[in-house]
């Protein structure tokens, strides 16, 4: 942990880590994981293994060293060319990918939620950093801290809930300036209160969504526990609707196909935390 903080306070402005630094005399972690480890603690993530995919998106996800493993103290989730793979029900993929969750092991309710993580860019790739609610979607509520998509100076954050999904009202984005794009480490973050869901890139606030906003649409959906999200999906609806990109496949040009067969696309997370303001 202690590696992991100097990195933290290399990687922040002196006046951002002083902010985080007095925060944190008002909060406790009540979850932390650095991925230190020789491999992913299966006491806290479930790798998740399916047979479909959401948004027309183009890979299966498996639990594989190949595509979840960790390296050197950060956790690398990393698509792979699989021409042809089939999943146990018989569909039929191109590229396998990594999904883990907490969901029936850690499970929140309030809270903020952190990670500290470095994408790769490509035009296509979608890996994503998300809180999820137990039960129906989207009734049991959905976080997205950070979704990356494949422009390299913007990630964005969303809210989904009954009346305001799929098309939601709720998402915005974080444009980066010069050097400082999603292929350097950054502190992706949300601070959920029973009123109220602030994301926060690099410790300032860049979208806020309350109560009173979701309820102009439909119910207040974040009063339950949710759980850990962390996965790398490839193309499909969201990118596609950005690139307009329909062949080699939807939402996945070929120049990132290529990048992919090479291995040179992932996510690479050093740390998540989960902190509760002291009582």
């Known amino acids: 942990m202690q590696s992991s903080l100097r990195r933290l306070a290399l990687a922040l402005s002196a006046p951002t880590l002083l902010c985080l630094i007095s925060n944190n005399a008002q909060s406790q972690t009540i979850f932390f994981d650095d991925f230190s480890g020789s491999k992913l603690d299966r006491s806290k993530w479930n790798v ?5 995919t959401n948004n027309s998106e183009q890979q299966a996800y498996v639990d594989s060293s190949a595509t979840v493993y960790l390296d050197k103290g950060a956790l690398v989730i990393q698509p792979r060319y699989a021409p042809g793979f089939k999943t146990p029900e018989g569909r039929s993929f191109d590229f396998i990918s990594g999904r883990i969750n907490t969901s029936k092991k850690l499970e929140f309710t309030y809270g903020e939620f952190s990670a500290r993580i470095k994408l790769t860019a490509g035009a296509g790739l979608w890996p994503a950093w998300w809180l999820l609610g137990n039960g129906d979607w989207p009734e049991s509520g959905e976080i997205d ?25 709720f998402v915005n984005r974080l444009y980066f300036t010069g050097k400082n794009d999603v292929t350097q480490w950054h502190i992706y973050a949300v601070d959920w209160t029973p009123d109220s869901l602030v994301f926060k890139y690099d410790g300032i606030p860049m979208f806020r969504v309350t109560r009173s906003m979701a309820e102009h649409y439909g119910r207040w959906s974040f009063d339950t526990p949710e759980y850990l999200v962390l996965n790398f999906a490839l193309g499909g609806a969201y990118p596609a609707k950005i690139n307009g990109v329909k062949e080699p496949y939807y ?12 291995n040179q696309c992932k996510i690479m997370v050093d740390w998540v935390k989960v902190e509760k303001k002291k009582s």
Do not use: C, N, Q
């Open 48 to 52: 998740e293994i399916t047979g479909h």
């Open 145 to 169: 801290i950070m979704e990356f998509i494949g422009e390299k100076d913007w990630a964005s954050a969303a809210v989904h809930g009954p009346g305001y999904s799929g098309e939601t009202p």
């Open 251 to 262: 939402g996945l040009p070929a120049a990132t196909v290529e990048a992919i067969k090479r």
